[in-house]
């Protein structure tokens, strides 16, 4: 079974301030795990994943995460948040060897950057 | 390109009416998907289609149904609608099951 969690449903940044948003994961095998942000009233997008390779992943936005195989982690961060940053984030993860099974998405965590 | 469009954006239902939620992609993905987002809930997935013609069922499946007839459309059905569907609706793709999904602007849905 694979599953993720993202441990705070909320997290509040100053703008300027550097901004973490944490998630979890289980899988058996090894795992394929992405960010997505969603904005209000709107579809979800892709901000980064992780397949193989190098542990520090970047992708949109300024955002990066780091790939923690012994702390199950891949936590999103981004060095100064900026305002439009607040939205709600999601993380996913997928089993390499699952087959065709879908990615499962943790809760979301709500981010809200402070001027 | 479109990408993932979604029709309607929002509707109204009584209980017990029916109705079809449209999804189409243009970028030739084999796989298509189906989700509920509830507040503070996260995404569930109701369905998904690894390709026309095959279709399988996610965490929540019950009182909906799915065909993919073509590659493009993926059509979310709902019979005898309950207040407890009353969500937002998305749809999404991708090109193989490891790669990122894209996804449509959702339908807002409400049962009264």
């Known amino acids: 079974a694979q599953s993720v969690a993202q441990p705070e449903d909320q997290v509040n940044v100053a703008e300027g301030n550097p901004l973490t948003v944490k998630c979890t994961y289980s899988v058996s095998g090894n795992p394929y795990l992405f960010w997505y942000v969603q904005y209000p009233n709107r579809g979800l997008q892709f901000l980064l994943k992780?397949?193989?390779?190098?542990?520090l992943v970047k992708g949109s936005y300024g955002f990066e995460a780091e790939f923690n195989k012994s702390q199950t982690s891949f936590h999103l961060k981004k060095p100064s948040a900026l305002v439009s940053d607040s939205a709600l984030y999601f993380c996913?993860?997928?089993?390499?060897?699952?087959?065709?099974?879908?990615?499962?998405f943790g809760k979301g965590t709500r981010l809200s950057v402070i001027a | 390109n479109a990408g993932v469009t979604q029709t309607p954006k929002f509707r109204i239902l009584k209980i017990g009416q029916s109705m079809t939620l449209q999804c189409a992609q243009d970028m030739n993905h084999n796989y298509m998907y189906w989700y509920r987002q509830d507040p503070g809930m996260g995404l569930k997935l109701i369905y998904y289609?690894?390709?026309?013609?095959?279709?399988d069922k996610g965490e929540v499946p019950n009182g909906y149904n799915v065909s993919r007839s073509t590659t493009e459309d993926f059509p979310l059905r709902l019979e005898l609608a309950a207040p407890s569907q009353t969500s937002v609706y998305f749809c999404a793709s991708s090109p193989r099951g490891v790669d990122e999904q894209y996804f449509g602007p959702g339908t807002r849905l409400t049962v009264t």
């Open positions: 992780y397949i193989t390779g190098d542990n």
């Open positions: 996913a993860v997928r089993d390499i060897n699952s087959g065709n099974t879908p990615l499962v």
């Open positions: 289609s690894v390709g026309a013609g095959i279709t």
